[in-house]
């Protein structure tokens, strides 16, 4: 037997993991609901709580047994569900919200941290079901406390749903004020999505898409620590090398995931999905993408340059990671929410990182404009027009793309909101003052472009 | 490997030990692992500055305690005298250092 290990490498994966913030960021399963679709809101209520907590008993459990064994904290135990505006056809928003609690009691019960799939795909237009979740939506947020939404307004092959837009500048509002008192927290549990994917473990965004088996295991991995510490060891390389070093890391980090996945799905007896090899940072020191893009060269992130280097770092993030599983899926890319990095905090407050320069960003890696605190007197119009901005670079650049907007209510630019947890805190950031109300309410759909004309 | 039949690779476990040097680490932890039944394959130890650092490749096949309740008592008992004690399953460097 021969023992091939060389101690080099043993000491990294620890150093990765004890002093670089190496995790896993999450294991996600992913549960159609499809078969608890009904008429009868008390049947509906018991059948989707029984399915959830049958199916997700023992996640939790499993999760923390397999990040003893591994020695790799597993940071978050989530479930995603089937789109809830799918097996509520027929259901009054107020049924809707019921829907929500029932979901939010089997989070509960089965003890995940976050469960999604409070979810409606508009793309092309509203069902009756659709209607009604988005209306629920802002009542749902504020009185569950597990329970996440994603509303998909827009993709390459359908074009923009407008008037589900300027509906969602409404709901995000709506949401936040409903919790002015936490700094509107529902908002933070809201993401409107352009080119939504169905397999992503990550919150608030993820959902069971309807094209998913029946229950599946998807992870999330994390790892921005890890390649801050390689970029910044590096300061001489020519950036050729450098992205070969991160494709490595990337490789390494992503290879944990692809472990804990197949241990999961093994230990579970529920099909692998993917791995989403995304750079997700948290606010903890030191776990921050804005601190990869200072250690490749720039003063503060979003001086001139930081869209480039962004550029770099998601490429060679996918690169490394793509090589390391047997199935990629979600979002995978580097994340660049604001509140959960406190790099991109810092960034904020030193006035180098600006809303405009975010959006420019968010062309050219994964998600959009994410956590993100804005004036509380902003006009729902105002949220949609950011909401279309966004959902057009998704639809364009046939990539997706998100939009978590917290408005904070009573708080002008440059005030602070505080979320807790893994959602941080953020100064509030100010936004273009002028009107785009006459163009969000000519409502209809974006044509789906040139582009989407592919067969 | 298929996908989807995962097969833990081995019955090995990875133990390190990190921290100040003192006497009886090395005597401690292969008293402690001979009292599960598990077996030392391997160990390399290296003292820098003072520094001590100790890997050892052990067989858990005949083990009566899991890779989890061992990382546990070990990481537990190691913490009172002042050292960071890691056990794993192998299967975690295999995968991020082999392919």
């Not at chain 2, 005949?62 to 299967?91: C, F, M, P, Y």
Request: net charge negative; proline share 4%.
């Amino acid at each position: 037997m021969t023992i091939a290990f060389a101690p080099k490498e043993i000491l990294q994966t620890i150093e990765m993991i004890r002093n670089e913030n190496l995790d896993i960021r999450t294991i996600t399963m992913g549960i159609s609901l499809l078969d608890c679709a009904g008429d009868d809101i008390k049947v509906v209520e018991q059948k989707v709580y029984d399915k959830v907590a049958r199916k997700a008993g023992h996640l939790v459990e499993v999760g923390e047994q397999l990040a003893t064994r591994y020695g790799i904290p597993i940071v978050n135990k989530r479930v995603s569900v089937t789109p809830v505006a799918l097996i509520g056809s027929g259901f009054n928003p107020e049924e809707m919200v019921r829907v929500a609690k029932a979901l939010d009691r089997a989070a509960d019960t089965v003890g995940v941290n976050f469960l999604g799939g409070f979810s409606a795909l508009v793309q092309k237009g509203f069902t009756q079901g659709d209607e009604a979740l988005i209306e629920a939506i802002p009542q749902a947020l504020a009185e569950t406390k597990y329970v996440c939404s994603s509303v998909n307004i827009g993709s390459t092959k359908a074009g923009i749903n407008m008037d589900a837009v300027l509906k969602m500048g409404h709901v995000i509002l709506d949401s936040a004020r409903r919790t002015a008192d936490r700094d509107g927290l529902a908002a933070a549990k809201l993401v409107v999505f352009c080119n939504a994917p169905e397999d992503n473990p990550f919150m608030a965004g993820a959902f069971h898409g309807p094209g998913e088996p029946e229950c599946v295991i998807n992870v999330g991995v994390s790892g921005p620590g890890v390649v801050a510490y390689v970029v910044k060891e590096s300061p001489e390389v020519d950036l050729g090398e450098l992205a070969n070093l991160i494709k490595r890391t990337a490789f390494k980090i992503t290879r944990m995931g692809e472990l804990i996945g197949r241990a999961a799905s093994k230990e579970l007896n529920v099909p692998f999905g993917i791995v989403d090899l995304s750079l997700a940072p948290t606010p903890a020191i030191g776990d921050s993408v804005a601190e990869i893009l200072e250690n490749m060269g720039l003063e503060r992130c979003g001086a001139h340059g930081t869209t480039a280097a962004l550029a770099l770092l998601n490429d060679a993030v996918k690169k490394g990671g793509a090589m390391a599983s047997s199935h990629v899926g979600g979002l995978s890319g580097a994340f660049i929410p604001v509140s959960e990095d406190s790099g991109m905090v810092r960034a904020v407050e030193d006035g180098a990182l600006t809303l405009d320069k975010l959006e420019a960003m968010t062309c050219v890696c994964s998600v959009g404009l994410d956590m993100i605190a804005i004036p509380g007197d902003v006009t729902p119009e105002t949220i949609a027009a950011i909401i279309a901005d966004e959902a057009a670079i998704g639809m364009i650049n046939k990539k997706t793309t998100a939009v978590r907007l917290i408005p904070a209510i009573g708080k002008k630019a440059g005030e602070r909101v505080e979320f807790g947890g893994l959602l941080g805190g953020a100064p509030v950031m100010s936004i273009n003052p002028f009107s785009a109300k006459q163009f969000v309410h000519r409502g209809g759909r974006i044509p789906a472009p040139i582009t989407s004309l592919s067969n | 490997m298929d996908n989807n039949k995962y097969e833990e690779q081995g019955h090995r476990g990875i133990v390190t030990v990190l921290g100040r040097d003192q006497i009886g680490i090395i005597s401690w932890v292969s008293t402690r692992l001979a009292e599960y039944s598990i077996n030392i394959l391997d160990i390399s130890q290296t003292i820098v500055q003072g520094f001590f650092t100790m890997m050892m490749v052990i067989d858990l096949t005949k083990s009566t305690v899991g890779v989890s309740e061992l990382a546990k008592i070990l990481g537990e008992e190691g913490k009172a005298r002042g050292l960071q004690v890691n056990v794993q399953h192998e299967d975690v460097f295999t995968f991020m250092h082999r392919i």
